[in-house]
Nanobody, 119 residues
Framework: QERLVESGGGLVQAGGSLRLSCAASGFTFRRHDLRWFRQAPGKDREFVAVISASGGSTDYADSVKTRFPISRDIVRNILYLQMNSLKPEDPAIYYC????????????WGQGTQVTVSS
């Protein structure tokens, strides 16, 4: 069964850091682009970061560029988001996601992990 499980969220002071993890199972991890999204209360879910299937390229939302490097461990099948210099506008539920491309494309989503930033 294809599954993503996020962890690592919590409460941190503004300026602090957190590292989110997303453990994947049930599919070939390294064959897919891997993404992080976030959703704050009352707002739409928004893209945060992506790492390509090859691991050779990454891209980020402007709001997190240079602060939230994305990485992965293809041996352990874990996706990471290192969140540095957290700001009051960063609190949200953070989700990892995989877009499975095929005859019938679909997305796999984790359950999310809550990030809260205190000022």
């Amino acid at each position: 069964q294809e599954r993503l499980v996020e962890s690592g969220g919590g409460l941190v002071q503004a300026g602090g850091s957190l590292r989110l993890s997303c453990a994947a199972s049930g599919f070939t991890f390294r064959r897919h682009d891997l993404r992080w999204f976030r959703q704050a209360p009352g707002k739409d879910r928004e893209f945060v970061a992506v790492i390509s299937a090859s691991g050779g390229s990454t891209d980020y939302a402007d709001s997190v560029k240079t602060r939230f490097p994305i990485s992965r461990d293809i041996v352990r099948n874990i996706l990471y988001l290192q969140m540095n210099s957290l700001k009051p506008e960063d609190p949200a539920i953070y989700y990892c996601s995989v877009a499975v491309i095929g005859a019938i494309p679909y997305n796999i989503w984790g359950q999310g992990t809550q990030v809260t930033v205190s000022s």
